[in-house]
T-cell receptor, first 111, second 114 residues
Framework: TQLLEQSPQFLSIQEGENLTVYCNSS?????LQWYRQEPGEGPVLLVT?????EVKKLKRLTFQFGDARKDSSLHITAAQPGDTGLYLC???????????FGAGTRLAVHP | DTAVSQTPKYLVTQMGNDKSIKCEQN?????MYWYKQDSKKFLKIMFS???????INETVPNRFSPKSPDKAHLNLHINSLELGDSAVYFC?????????????FGQGTRLTVV
């Protein structure tokens, strides 16, 4: 059982559609991060959410941290082929900056 | 200038061989990591170093030995390679402190053991 459960595992949609991916846990986190990984590259940080209930926007991407700080969602409006990639949520667990990841959501946006 | 650079990018080797992967970061960060990403894309932490000292060692076989000659470098040596070691290995770095610390990743080393 993973500490961070992401859903769905795979998502294949047409350009222009909206989508939401989720990151859930039974644990409480002081913050949660979202990364995007493109093929052949390492993950790149998109956003960090810190406060329960917080909403952050990054162009067409909207990130929300659950009120209880156990879950987070990423909503993409009018998806574009450039949004294709692996979306990973991550959180610090324990001391020493131990950054753990969920299994990710693989998103494919078709023209 | 690449912030976190790993070499080589690709590594194909036979079972039983010993190989090393090198990592360097020019961000001035205190903490460096090795992660393993399997074929299902799950990214699992292996080791973490802070200022050349090992601080996280997940349940990794002792055939894997990290070494940090200084805080800007973290290398990974693997002895007696096995088929199951095939994966993409990522080096990352982050500044120490704070629960919202960002990790910067290298491009990865795709290791294939045949």
């Amino acid at each position: 059982t993973q500490l961070l459960e992401q859903s769905p595992q795979f998502l294949s949609i047409q350009e222009g559609e909206n989508l939401t991916v989720y990151c859930n846990s039974s644990s409480v986190f002081s913050s949660l991060q979202w990364y995007r990984q493109e093929p052949g590259e390492g993950p790149v940080l998109l956003v960090t959410v810190v406060t329960g209930g917080e909403v952050k926007k990054l162009k067409r991407l909207t990130f929300q941290f659950g009120d209880a700080r156990k879950d987070s969602s990423l909503h993409i409006t009018a998806a574009q082929p450039g949004d294709t990639g692996l979306y990973l949520c991550a959180a610090i667990r324990g001391g020493y900056n131990k950054l753990i990841f969920g299994a990710g959501t693989r998103l494919a946006v078709h023209p | 200038d690449t912030a976190v650079s790993q070499t080589p990018k690709y590594l194909v080797t036979q079972m039983g061989n010993d190989k090393s992967i090198k990592c360097e970061q020019n961000l001035g960060h205190d903490t460096m990591y090795w992660y393993k990403q399997d074929s299902k894309k799950f990214l699992k932490i292996m080791f973490s170093y802070n200022n050349k000292e090992l601080i996280i060692n997940e349940t990794v076989p002792n055939r894997f030995s990290p070494k940090s000659p200084d805080k800007a470098h973290l290398n990974l040596h693997i002895n007696s390679l096995e088929l199951g070691d095939s994966a993409v290995y990522f080096c990352a770095s982050s500044p120490l402190g704070g629960s919202s610390t960002e990790a910067f990743f290298g491009q990865g080393t795709r290791l294939t053991v045949v």
